[in-house]
C-alpha cells in the first residue's frame, strides 16, 4: 500500500453553483425523471472526485456524498424506516425524500442541528424493537463508481453506530446496548464487502466521542471496535471525531483501530495538549485536522508547519496524515467563481478547494521539508499580510470605542419593576396585547421589486416608494384586525442578517459562497473581514414612516449581536466576543436613532442565540456571558420607558433560561406552539418575572388556526404566567406566508386574545 499523506474527511455536496440543489428541485417539482436526476447527480459527483484527485490528495471520501443528508442515509441503509412510511417501498427514492420531506399522506422526520453547526440532520426514528437489515450497501456503490469512473481507490466514510444512535430518537436508553449489537454484523457485512473490493482505508465517524459519555457507553463503543477489529482484521478503520477535543483520549487511542482522527482547530488546544501528556501509540496513524475545515480564511502555512513539527515530535511522520478539521461540507466549494470581491480580501480566502491545495501543501511540506515549496508560503503570506494589514481590518475609533465600555458593566437605568411602570404609563396597552414578529409575507410581488430594484431596473424612488405603499397597505391591514402593536412588515429586508451587513462597514458578500443548511437549502452567510461599524442609521427611515400613518405604537425591528455572529464568516484574528461587541456597539446607535425619532419599542431578534452554545459544558458558562454582555450592551442604554422586545425561535429552553433572563428584555417572545407543554414547565421553575409571548400559532404551515385552539394556548400559559406578563403573539415572522391566510390567522389570534381578556375582566380583574 501507497503511503499516505494527506487526506479530506468530505467534500460539499452541492456543487460549485449549487447544481446539486437545482438538479433535486427540478426533480421534486416533477420535470425531470429519476434516470434524469440520477445522471445529472453523477455527473456532478465524479467531477468533485476528479477534483479532489487532482489536488494531489491521496485519500479521497466517497459515501459522503447524500441526495439530502447522510445520517437519513445511514438510518434508511440499515432499514430504519419509521412506522408511517413502511407501507411505501422502503428502496424507493419517493420514501427517502418523505422521510426528509414529509408527503401528503405523512409529516416528515424531525430535522435537528449537527452539533454546533448550521447543518441540520434527519433524526431517525428507531423503536426498541426494530430489526436492522442491510437494504443496499451503498458505499459499495459509489467506491466501484468512484474506482470505474475516476480512478480513485476512495476512503469510504461512514457515520459509527454509537454516533449514529445516539444521534437518533424513539427508544429508552437502555435499549442502545441492544441495538447496537443488532447493527454492528451489518457493519461489519459493509465493511468486509468494501474490503473485497479493494478498499484500504475505511473513514468511521463518531463524532459523540467530543461530547460526555458516560463509563457505559464508552465500555459499548469499545466493544463495538473490537469486534469490527476482530472481523476485518486486513481493513484498516479510521475512527473520525471533529468538532472539539476528545474526552478521554487515553483510552481512546488505546481503541483497536488503525486510525485516529483528531480535530486539532476546534478542540481549544487540548488534543495536542493530551498528546504531549500521553503520547501517541507507535503502531497508529494520526489523522491531523490542521486546516479549519468551518472557516473561509486560509490559513498562515507557515505558523501550520510548525505546530506539525511539534506533532511529529510525539508522531512518526509516516504514520500522519493530514488533513481538515471536519468535512469541508461546512465550507463553500471554490473561491473561484467570486467576481466581485475586492482583491485584497478574495486572496485571503481559501474554501473548500483552496483548503484542499493547502493540505497538500503541507503535507509536502512536513516530508520534504519548506525547501520546495517556499515559494508557495512565500505567496500566501504575502496575500495574508496584506490582508490584514489593509485599511478595512482595523478601524481605530471602533477599537476605542469597544474599549472605552470594556470595564463597564451595561445595564437599564432603573429595575425592570419601575420600568414596567413607566411603559405601562407610555404605552397603555390592554391587557395580553396582541402583536407579530416582524416581518408580513413577501409576496412574489415584493421579491419582484426588490430584484428589479438590485439589477438597477428600477431607481431607488421607485422602489422606495413601492415599500411605502407596501407599508401603508399593511398598516391599515393591521389596524382593521385589531392589533395592539404594529410592525413595518419588514419589505424592504432580504434575509435579517444581509439587510444590515450590507448597511454596516466591515462585511462583504459573495455571489456563490453558499453552504448546504438542510436537503436543498442553502445558505450564503456574509463575511464579517473588518472592523464593524455604523455609518447612517440602517432602520429609521421605514419605521418611523410607518409609525407615521398610525396612532398605535410600531415596533422597531433588529437582529441581535449574537445572531448577526452566528450566522456569519467570522474573521479569526480577533476573538468572536470582540467582533460581537463591534455589532453590538453598531446597535446601541441604531437604537439611539430610533429613539431619538420617537421609536420606544425595538425588538432586537436573537434566533440564533441558542445554536452557538458550545458542545462542551464547561465552555458554555463563557459564551452565555458574553452572549448576555452584547445584547446589554446594544440594548441597556435606553430611556426607562423605551421597551427593549427580543425574540427566540425555538423551545428548548431549560437550560438558558438563566442566560435569557439575564438579558433583562421587558418583553421576550419565543416559539411556543409546536411544543408547549415542555416550555410551560422551564417556567414554572423559574419565576420569570418579565413579560413574554409564547407564540399561540405555528407559521410554518398555511393552516389558518381557530380561535378557540389559540384561547386553549393562552389559557394554558396563563396557569403559570400572570395575565399581566403574557403577550399574544405567532410563533415567528410570517414572511413565508400568503396574504389573505396571514390576515385570517391573525384575525383570529385578536379574537381570541379579546375573548380571554373579557373573561378575566368579567372574573375580576387581577391586575388593579
Ligand atoms: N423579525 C424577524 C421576522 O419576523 C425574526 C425572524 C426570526 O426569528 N428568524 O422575520
Ligand atoms: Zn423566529
Redo the contacts with the bound molecule.
Keep these: 500500500m501507497h503511503m499516505i499523506k494527506s487526506s479530506n474527511i468530505g467534500y460539499p455536496r452541492i456543487g460549485e453553483k449549487r447544481e446539486w440543489k437545482k438538479a433535486l428541485e427540478r426533480f421534486w417539482k416533477g420535470n425531470t425523471s429519476e434516470k434524469e436526476l440520477f445522471s445529472e447527480l453523477q455527473t456532478l459527483r465524479i467531477n468533485d472526485l476528479k477534483k479532489q484527485k487532482e489536488a494531489g490528495l491521496d485519500l479521497i471520501p466517497i459515501g459522503d456524498y447524500s441526495l439530502y443528508d447522510h445520517v437519513l442515509d445511514t438510518a434508511v441503509m440499515f432499514g430504519f424506516i419509521p412506522e408511517r412510511f413502511r407501507h411505501q417501498d422502503s428502496s424507493s427514492l419517493k420514501t427517502y425524500f418523505d422521510i426528509a420531506r414529509g408527503s401528503k399522506e405523512a409529516v416528515a422526520s424531525e430535522m435537528t442541528k449537527w452539533f454546533n453547526t448550521n447543518y441540520h440532520y434527519i433524526v431517525p426514528e428507531i423503536s426498541e424493537n426494530d430489526e436492522p437489515r442491510l437494504t443496499e450497501n451503498r458505499l459499495l456503490h459509489y467506491f466501484l463508481e468512484a474506482k470505474d469512473k475516476a480512478g480513485i481507490i476512495g476512503k469510504p466514510v461512514i457515520l459509527g453506530p454509537v454516533s449514529f444512535l445516539k444521534l437518533s430518537k424513539g427508544f429508552e436508553k437502555e435499549a442502545l446496548p441492544r441495538l447496537v449489537n443488532r447493527l454492528v454484523p451489518l457493519y461489519i457485512q459493509v465493511l468486509k464487502e468494501l474490503y473485497e473490493a479493494g478498499a484500504e482505508w475505511v473513514q468511521m465517524d463518531e463524532p459523540v466521542l467530543t461530547t460526555q459519555m458516560s463509563d457505559e457507553e464508552f465500555k459499548l463503543l469499545e466493544s463495538v471496535y473490537e469486534r469490527i477489529n476482530d472481523e476485518t482484521e486486513s481493513l484498516h478503520i479510521l475512527l473520525q471525531t471533529y468538532f472539539e477535543g476528545v474526552d478521554r483520549y487515553e483510552q481512546i487511542i488505546s481503541l483497536p483501530v488503525d486510525g485516529i482522527g483528531l480535530d486539532f482547530i476546534h478542540d481549544g488546544g487540548a488534543n495536542l495538549e493530551a498528546m504531549k501528556k500521553y503520547g501517541f501509540p507507535n503502531n497508529k496513524t494520526l489523522a491531523a485536522g490542521i486546516i479549519n475545515g468551518r472557516n473561509i480564511w486560509k490559513t498562515d502555512l507557515t505558523a501550520k508547519l510548525t505546530k506539525l513539527e511539534m506533532i511529529t515530535n510525539l508522531v512518526d511522520k509516516n504514520r500522519l496524515i493530514i488533513q481538515p478539521s471536519c468535512s469541508l461540507l461546512h465550507v463553500p466549494v471554490t473561491v473561484k467563481s467570486e467576481q466581485n470581491l475586492k482583491p485584497s480580501l478574495k486572496n485571503a480566502l481559501a474554501f473548500a478547494d483552496e483548503k484542499l491545495t493547502e493540505i497538500k501543501l503541507l503535507a509536502d511540506g512536513i516530508h520534504h521539508g519548506k525547501e520546495p515549496i517556499a515559494d508557495k508560503l512565500d505567496e500566501q503570506a504575502e496575500y495574508l499580510n496584506s490582508f490584514w494589514h489593509s485599511e478595512a481590518r482595523t478601524n481605530p475609533f471602533v477599537r476605542q470605542e469597544v474599549q472605552l465600555w470594556e470595564e463597564t458593566d451595561p445595564k437599564r437605568n432603573a429595575p425592570y419593576s419601575e420600568r414596567q411602570k413607566n411603559q405601562q404609563e407610555f404605552f397603555e396597552l390592554p391587557l395580553l396585547p396582541t402583536t407579530t414578529?416582524?416581518?408580513l409575507p413577501q409576496t412574489n410581488e415584493v421579491r419582484l421589486a426588490r430584484r428589479k430594484w438590485r439589477k438597477g431596473e428600477w431607481a431607488d424612488e421607485k422602489y422606495e416608494a413601492f415599500i411605502k405603499e407596501s407599508m401603508n397597505e399593511w398598516i391599515k391591514r393591521q389596524e382593521e384586525i385589531g392589533l395592539d402593536v404594529l410592525i413595518h412588515g419588514?419589505f424592504e429586508r432580504n434575509d435579517?442578517v444581509e439587510f444590515f451587513g450590507e448597511k454596516l462597514a466591515g462585511f462583504a458578500f459573495t455571489q456563490y459562497a453558499w453552504v448546504q443548511s438542510y436537503g436543498s437549502r442553502c445558505v450564503k452567510p456574509p463575511i464579517i473581514h473588518g472592523d464593524i461599524s455604523l455609518t447612517e442609521p440602517m432602520t429609521v427611515k421605514e419605521i418611523a414612516y410607518a409609525q407615521s400613518l398610525t396612532d398605535k405604537p410600531v415596533k422597531g425591528?433588529l437582529t441581535g449581536p449574537i445572531t448577526i455572529l452566528n450566522w456569519s464568516f467570522v474573521r479569526d484574528d480577533i476573538s468572536r466576543f470582540a467582533v460581537t461587541k463591534q455589532i453590538a456597539l453598531a446597535l446601541q446607535k441604531e437604537i439611539r436613532f430610533l429613539e431619538e425619532e420617537g421609536i420606544h419599542m425595538i425588538?432586537v431578534?436573537e434566533?440564533a442565540l441558542r445554536e452557538g452554545l458550545p458542545l462542551k459544558p464547561d465552555k458554555q458558562q463563557e459564551y452565555l456571558d458574553q452572549a448576555v454582555y452584547a445584547f446589554k450592551l446594544a440594548t441597556s442604554a435606553v430611556q426607562n420607558k423605551t421597551q427593549i422586545h427580543t425574540?427566540m425561535?425555538y423551545s428548548e429552553f431549560g437550560e438558558i433560561m438563566e442566560a435569557i433572563d439575564r438579558l433583562d428584555a421587558d418583553v421576550i417572545s419565543i416559539e411556543a406552539a409546536r411544543s408547549h407543554g415542555e416550555l410551560i414547565t422551564d417556567f414554572e421553575k423559574t419565576n420569570y418575572e418579565k413579560e413574554i409571548g409564547l407564540g399561540v400559532y405555528d407559521i410554518h404551515s398555511p393552516r389558518v388556526p381557530e380561535a378557540s385552539e389559540m384561547e386553549s394556548y393562552i389559557h394554558r400559559a396563563l396557569a403559570v404566567l400572570h395575565p399581566s406578563q403574557f403577550w399574544v403573539n405567532p410563533d415567528?415572522?410570517l414572511?413565508t406566508r400568503g396574504t389573505s391566510e396571514t390576515v385570517e390567522s391573525l384575525r383570529n389570534m385578536v379574537r381570541a386574545a379579546r375573548y380571554v381578556r373579557e373573561n378575566i375582566k368579567k372574573a375580576g380583574d387581577p391586575v388593579h
Excluded: L, R, V, Y
Aim: aromatic content about 0%.
Design positions: 414578529i416582524g416581518s419588514e435579517m425591528m425588538q431578534d434566533p425574540h425561535c415567528c415572522g414572511k
